[in-house]
């Protein structure tokens, strides 16, 4: 038994700006301490990487 799809009609991409490029990456600065794998608030300094 065959079944029939009917065909989607094609619809043109449209590309929607979100801002600059400045605006967003504006989060992604390096700040002053790292809390990932140390407690919240441990200086850069005191960080050892291997």
């Known amino acids: 038994m065959k079944t029939s799809t009917p065909k989607r009609e094609y619809e043109t991409p449209n590309l929607e700006a979100h801002g ?3 605006q967003i990456t504006q989060g992604a600065s390096t700040g002053t ?3 990932a794998t140390f407690p919240t608030g441990t200086p850069f300094g005191d ?4």
């Not at 960080?47 to 291997?50: D, G, I, K, R, Y």
């Open 20 to 22: 600059s490029i400045e």
């Open 33 to 35: 301490a790292l809390d």
């Open 47 to 50: 960080l050892t990487f291997s």
